[in-house]
């Protein structure tokens, strides 16, 4: 499947979400827990990041209709848990925002998915705003994201090809 991606998501670069089994081992047991990597397929597709009344609006668009399926079912199976996104750059995790100040939902559109995180609260949408700001200012400069519900990746990819500028000679 060309619109997949294979990651590793038991941390995913996140602070305070380590690898399952590698925490410290209750009193009587052995320390020698070794814990494999949990991996999972998830959809590549363009993003991208815009403003919206009371908050921001993630799109989620694939070429490929299997990959497009497939994101569309595990955001269904996932529907009302935490959202959030997780940049990277060169493998390197650069970012991660968990949108907890606000009411996120997941919609379905003909090409994937489109996310709508709002606050009532003037201040919460500020920071969900400056949020949309800081993800479209990576994405232009050639970071990958991963949206994620429940930690669950369920989308990757990168943000849409900017237009190219022309020179006036």
Excluded: W
Aim: aromatic fraction near 2%.
């Amino acid at each position: 499947m060309n619109g997949t991606m294979m990651m590793e998501r038991s941390g995913m670069g996140i602070p305070g979400m380590g690898m399952p089994g590698m925490a410290s081992p209750a009193m009587g047991a052995s320390g020698t827990t070794t814990a494999s990597p949990n991996y999972v397929m998830v959809p590549r597709c363009t993003m991208k990041f815009e403003k919206c009344t009371g908050g921001m609006k993630i799109t989620c668009a694939c070429d490929d209709a299997m990959a497009c399926s497939m994101m569309q079912n595990l955001c269904t199976m996932l529907a009302g848990g935490m959202c959030g996104c997780c940049v990277t750059y060169n493998g390197m995790t650069v970012c991660t925002c968990t949108l907890t100040m606000g009411h996120c939902k997941c919609e379905m559109t003909e090409t994937g998915v489109c996310f709508t995180c709002t606050s009532g609260d003037a201040k919460c949408c500020e920071m969900i705003q400056a949020y949309c700001d800081c993800l479209t200012t990576m994405l232009t400069s050639g970071c990958t994201c991963c949206v994620m519900m429940n930690n669950t990746p369920v989308a990757c990819g990168c943000g849409e090809p900017a237009p190219a500028k022309t020179s006036k000679r």
